[in-house]
Nanobody
Framework: VQLQASGGGLVQAGGSLRLSCTASGFSGRTFTSYAVGWFRRAPGKARDLVATVNWSGDSTYYADSVKGRFTISRDNAKNTVYLQMISLKPEDTAVYYC?????????????????WGQGTLVTVSS
């Protein structure tokens, strides 16, 4: 499975961005076989799970730091997962990665995520 993240950029505090993660290469399976999560790594910090969604899109998880500001969703017809980010803060500045575990149910265990995209940089200026 290959994942391609896009949509990052420079935005002022309070602004919005939408990240996209498009998947391909399912090797006989389909996009709906996989949950997808968004992670981020800020400068000098560990990689953290931001949000994740199950295969159908009806079950989601958000880190406390982004609840109420970020929304994860998926369009299975387009093999794409989105992360809509509003009310962005300077502390949201990071490289954002999308990743998929082997299963359709979402996971909070970073180690279960087998497939990773290349990352897209989000910079929020104050």
């Amino acid at each position: 499975v290959q994942l391609q993240a896009s949509g990052g950029g420079l935005v002022q505090a309070g602004g919005s961005l939408r990240l996209s993660c498009t998947a391909s290469g399912f090797s006989g399976r389909t996009f709906t076989s996989y949950a997808v999560g968004w992670f981020r790594r800020a400068p000098g910090k560990a990689r953290d799970l931001v949000a994740t969604v199950n295969w159908s899109g009806d079950s989601t998880y958000y880190a406390d730091s982004v609840k109420g500001r970020f929304t994860i969703s998926r369009d299975n017809a387009k093999n794409t997962v989105y992360l809509q980010m509003i009310s962005l803060k300077p502390e949201d500045t990071a490289v954002y990665y999308c990743a998929a575990p082997r299963s359709g149910g979402y996971s909070l265990d970073t180690g279960s995520y087998k497939y990773w995209g290349q990352g897209t940089l989000v910079t929020v200026s104050s």
